[in-house]
């Protein structure tokens, strides 16, 4: 695999090059609604760079692909029109764009997220333009957070799928893992082409067992048994009540999180128009299941609770085969009023032997 | 890239108040463009998403039958803001449909079988596309016996009522209509719910029948007992489901029962197979 070389000082150059042939998004400082400094995706400004410290974000990037709300369709109401109450799609602009400083685990959730919406019978197009316009240009992760249990689900601080280029730091420069045509075709337009001598391969591999180490020291999350249980011996254990018990469905972890892909359809009017959208929703809140005669199959907590676990630990898994719907960025973890902790539930899921 | 969410355009060619309490009407539409009927083509048991742009989208049972051609129909209970908001359309109004959705009765295990349609209150749209659809003259051959339980509150109550006599009156289909209540002294059928007529009057099972089974969730919970008291096994009890739905194409996350989606895995399931999911419904 070619490693390119980046010396730290080509780098803002070599970005603002880019920007000729892409749109950018990456991490930059923000303030909350508390005037407190976080870090967010979102679309680079000119003269605005990406922030490559390896910053934690709270919100996952999965916004930059899947908006927090998105219009889809539009229609005039104005019966003197002649295509009154007739859909048409609202236009989006679905040029070249590349997410820079991606990690691994999130750019490894939007593959796990486009099995939803990329699917044999049915393409949502405004996510499949999205993600097939975008270019992954990832930041591997040196030192991971305390939350971080990303090599516990199939992720991992120098994981590549789902990425187009790998970026490692390594002090003075950044060493680029090309991992696809598109990944190469990203960085020849931001001018970097430097092929790094043989020992960068060496060096990435040793960051990488490093950075690795740091998760493997801390507590191992199982998930080998979850694939052999059944879905009703897990879904009737009796520990439901106790992890939903301090759970005040805000719906926090489902917005964090970087695989949560539910939503909601809704209508707005303007005057005589209207617009279609979708927004994000979450299986925490009541409404989401809510039957129009009243009744609510999913009406008490802890069956809200559990739906979470269920799908992300279990249903996810037996439905794709290809694990589970959880990359471990902890970011859930971290966010979560009430301290409820998927890796803990994970566990406790991993290990329930239901008494025959 | 066909865009799933795009409604085609119909226009409100018939409304028919449905029931007595004026709270259900019959809408039948017409595509704007000749081509989307073809693209519509369904199978009995399907649905579609009732789409008014402002509004909103409604998931609804197609009520009328492949073999009826140059329409589709649509059964509607008023409840919220899509249907409130459809009862006040008038004939001639543009709106959107989107569809069909979701799987269909099993037409090709049936054929050749005996098949027991079993519906209670305003459940019984897809099982009068069903029914119309095996009852066409080209298609009636294809199947044993058809027997049909149908339950609502009172006389008044029960959907398309004048299909209901007609076809008691032909010998090619074996009618069990039925009234939880009547102070009708003319009504000339059963009284006595669902459940209850279906254990007196449904033939018992063989291997050659099946039960299909649509109606409220009460309704279901005590129909299944009596469908096992006459010797019908899991597999040969097919139930339509209603969940909450939004996008209807199996992506927006709310209407599962474990890792099955109703609105695309489903909406038709057997007991078999829903007695391996949660049954969150």
């Known amino acids: 695999m070619k490693v390119i070389k980046i010396d730290k000082k080509e780098w803002t150059g070599g970005i603002d090059k880019s920007r000729e042939k892409y749109l950018l998004f990456g991490p930059v400082k923000d303030k909350d609604v508390t005037n407190k400094e976080h870090y967010i995706f979102k679309k680079l400004a000119a003269g605005e760079f990406p922030v490559m410290e390896g910053v934690d974000t709270v919100l996952s990037p999965k916004s930059v692909i899947f908006p927090q709300t998105e219009k889809i369709l539009k229609s005039s109401l104005d019966q003197s029109q002649p295509d009154h109450h007739i859909m048409k799609r609202v236009e989006n602009d679905y040029s070249s764009r590349a997410v820079i400083g991606i990690r691994s685990f999130d750019a490894k959730a939007l593959t796990l997220v486009n099995l939803n919406f990329d699917t044999k019978d049915y ?13 992954f240009v990832g930041l591997a992760v040196n030192k991971p957070s305390d939350v971080d249990f990303s090599t516990s689900m199939g992720s991992g601080p120098f994981g590549e799928e789902g990425l187009d280029v790998l970026l490692v730091d390594n002090g003075e420069e950044f060493l680029a893992k090309v991992i696809t045509d598109k990944g190469k075709t990203f960085l020849d337009a931001a001018g970097f082409n430097k092929t790094a001598d043989e020992s960068a391969v060496k060096k990435i591999e040793d960051l990488k067992a490093q950075a690795e180490k740091t998760i ?38 489902t917005f964090v999180c970087p695989t949560c892909w539910c939503f909601d359809i809704q209508d707005e009017t303007k005057g005589k128009s209207c617009t279609r959208f979708k927004n994000w929703d979450s299986c925490m809140f009541p409404l989401f299941t809510l039957h129009g005669s009243g009744h609510n199959p999913r009406g008490v907590k802890t069956q809200r609770v559990r739906q979470r676990f269920m799908h992300k630990l ?16 902890g970011r859930c973890v971290q966010s979560c009023p009430v301290n409820i902790d998927i890796r803990e539930v994970c566990n406790i899921m991993n290990n329930y032997e239901p008494k025959k | 890239m066909v865009n ?38 369904h199978k009995a048991g399907q649905f579609a998403e009732l789409s008014i742009p402002g509004q909103g989208e409604i998931p609804i049972g197609i009520a009328s039958s492949p073999t009826e051609k140059g329409f589709v ?12 908001y459809l009862h006040n359309m008038k004939v001639g109004d543009i709106m959107g449909i989107r569809g069909p959705l979701g799987n269909w009765y099993p037409w090709d295990l049936l054929e050749g ?22 009852l066409d003259p080209a298609n009636r051959s294809k199947f044993g016996k058809i027997d049909v339980v149908y339950g609502a509150r009172s006389p008044g109550m029960l959907l398309y009522r004048d299909e209901l006599y007609e076809w008691e009156k032909r010998d090619d289909i074996n009618m069990h209509i039925t009234v939880d209540s009547t102070t009708d002294p003319s009504w000339k059928y059963n009284v006595g719910f669902v459940p209850t007529i279906v ?46 739905m939004k996008c209807g194409i199996g992506m927006c996350g709310r209407c599962n029962i474990g890792k099955e989606l109703v609105c695309k895995d489903g909406p038709v399931f057997t007991l078999e197979e829903l007695n391996k999911t949660p049954r969150e419904y």
């Open chain 2, 4 to 41: 799933p969410y795009m409604p085609y355009p119909v226009r409100i060619d018939e409304i028919e108040i449905a029931t007595e309490d004026k709270s259900l009407k019959t809408f039948k539409f017409v595509f704007l463009n000749k081509e989307d009927e073809e693209k519509f083509a």
């Open chain 1, 216 to 253: 493997a020291d801390k507590a191992k999350v199982g998930t080998d048994n979850l694939k052999n249980k059944t879905v009703l011996d897990l879904y009737e254990a009796p520990f439901w009540d106790d992890i939903a018990f301090s759970c005040i469905n805000c719906g926090t972890c």
């Open chain 1, 314 to 329: 279990k249903y996810f898994l037996d439905k794709y085969d290809k694990g589970t719907m959880c990359v471990g960025c």
């Open chain 1, 123 to 135: 393409q949502d197009p405004y996510w499949c333009d999205a993600y097939k316009a975008t270019t």
């Open chain 2, 113 to 134: 079988k005996n098949v027991v349609i079993i519906g209670g209150g305003f459940a019984f749209t897809t099982l009068r596309a069903s029914i119309v659809y095996m």
């Open chain 2, 199 to 244: 254990g007196q009057k449904a033939p018992k099972a063989d291997p050659n029948t099946f039960a299909i089974v649509c109606g409220p969730p009460i309704m279901i919970k005590f129909t299944q007992p009596a469908l096992e008291s006459l010797g019908y096994g899991q597999n040969q009890i097919i139930m339509s489901l209603e969940n909450r």
């Open chain 2, 73 to 84: 129909k649509f059964t509607v209970f008023k409840t919220g803001v899509v249907t409130s």
